[in-house]
């Protein structure tokens, strides 16, 4: 039987790879990489599949070295990321020098530039999309021996193409639930994600997800992986649909099926302008405990810039309608946008502090690959500063990192400094092991910036 490992290759710092993103942890926070749980349910048969992620695993470069000894894998899924690639590849060459296996890199700057990487030393192939359709078959036939054959004949088939629909999968749960992972809301649950749909039908020009056509999951596939969560005991998940609730009919039928069938509690990301207030109820109803909404900004310049249509009056009167229904609300912010002033930065944190959402989560603006201001010809002159969204960075370089620093903890001040605001939060908590671990992510969000 052949031996594939998913491999999720640590770095210096705890850097998370998500779909079309990397980014240092703003906490102590670390989740299961969805690319490769995604992968994951593509291989149940005639596979022998492991997981290794030593940044969970608190593994040391030697300890890699061992996994690869005892288990001998015949094709190796690394998760990289433009943050890390040059470290990743590092180690999967000295890898191939002692072990023979075929290297299939996945993540955004391969998803995104597969053409120019594909010719960098230490890569077999590049998967193009996570599902992958046919990736059972071009495991069986890329083994070691023949992908070389492959690589030397042409580059262009070593690519395994994207699809326009989302193949069918059902993850390997269990495979990631084994480990060390955590996320601030899963209430000492266990928890995992879940996909119902990839992409996004918006198009703000900052976000790599604004680059990927909305793709649905079919509907079978989706009851099929809840039985089986359902089957290992799995109580909460995170949606992590980019947007969830683009398609209202098909996300009525998905709510009214969690409502009937199963108890799970979830949370997912989703914007104002696509939440009516039935569906809001429907989300309740169903388990719904949080939302996350991306504010990113209220300058208006920022917003007809970036293409993000929205208003601050319909973001308050969606954030009024989930509290009513006992929703939850987290917003993120971005710090950074080229045109925008301190005071403009401050401005939008003042607006959102007067919402009666719960948690403020800021990032700083970056390039990412994928979108418009991400040059791929200059990417070994970025700075770490400017590709990671946990350092501060300004593209006008208006304003000193060191400044954005001090305005991201100003905005967390205004924000949080609400007796409302810190009543509440503290009466949701249902246990103290919760109020600790939103304590200790809000302390370190401050303490690492
Ligand atoms: S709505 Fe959100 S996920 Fe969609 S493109 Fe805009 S920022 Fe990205």
């Given at each position: 039987m052949l031996k594939v490992l998913l491999f999720n290759p640590s770095s210096e710092r705890l850097i998370i790879k998500d779909q079309y993103c990397s980014f240092t942890s703003k906490a102590s926070y670390y989740w299961i990489p969805i690319d490769l749980l995604v992968i994951s349910g593509?291989?149940?048969?005639?596979f022998e599949v492991r997981v290794l992620d030593p940044?969970?695993?608190?593994?040391k470069e030697s300890g890699i070295e061992e996994f690869f000894i005892k288990f001998k894998p015949d094709f190796v899924v690394i998760l990289s990321s433009v943050l890390t690639y040059q470290n990743d590849l590092r180690l999967i060459r000295k890898l191939k020098n002692r072990h023979t296996f075929h290297a299939s890199f996945i993540g955004d700057i391969f998803y995104r530039y597969s053409e120019r990487m594909i010719s960098l030393e230490g890569i077999d192939s590049i998967l193009l999309a996570y599902p992958c359709e046919g990736l059972a078959n071009f495991i069986r036939h890329r083994t070691p021996s023949t992908s070389i054959l492959t690589l030397e004949g042409a580059a262009a088939p070593n690519l395994v193409a994207d699809d326009k629909n989302v193949p069918s999968y059902l993850p390997q749960h269990q495979l990631f639930l084994s480990k060390k992972y955590s996320v601030p809301f899963d209430g000492g649950k266990k928890s995992t994600l879940l996909l119902t749909s990839l992409g996004c039908?918006?198009?703000?020009?900052?976000?790599?997800?604004?680059r990927v056509s909305y793709q649905k999951r079919k509907f079978e596939d989706i009851v099929r992986e809840l039985d089986f969560l359902r089957s290992i005991g799995v109580k909460r998940f995170w949606?992590?649909?980019?947007?969830?609730?683009?398609?209202a009919k098909d996300t009525f039928k998905f709510l009214d099926l969690l409502k009937n069938h199963y108890s799970f509690d979830w949370y997912c990301h989703s914007r104002p302008i696509v939440l009516s207030p039935e569906m809001i109820v429907a989300m309740k109803d169903a388990g719904c405990f949080l939302v996350m909404l991306g504010?990113?900004?209220?300058v208006q310049k920022t917003l007809e810039k970036e293409k993000r249509q929205q208003s601050y009056f319909q973001i308050k009167n969606k954030i009024d309608e989930l509290e009513k229904n006992g929703i939850a609300v987290l917003l993120h912010q971005i710090l950074g946008f080229e045109e925008e002033s301190t005071l403009d930065m401050l401005k939008t944190t003042w607006l959102l502090r007067k919402t009666k959402a719960l948690y403020l989560s800021l990032n700083f603006l970056s390039y990412r690959p994928g979108t418009g201001n991400f040059q791929f010809h200059q990417l070994l002159s970025y700075s770490e500063y400017e590709l990671d969204s946990f350092y501060p960075h300004h593209p006008s370089k208006s304003h000193h990192p060191n400044i954005l620093r001090v305005i991201k903890v100003l905005c967390l001040i205004i924000f949080y400094s609400r007796f409302n605001r810190v009543y509440s939060i503290v009466k949701s908590f249902k246990s103290f092991g919760e109020f600790f671990n939103i304590l200790k992510t809000g302390f370190l969000q401050i303490w690492k910036t």
């Open positions: 593509q291989l149940q048969e005639n940044n969970v695993e608190k593994m039908s918006f198009c703000c020009n900052y976000c790599p997800a604004s949606l992590r649909d980019f947007t969830f609730g683009l398609d504010v990113d900004s209220l």
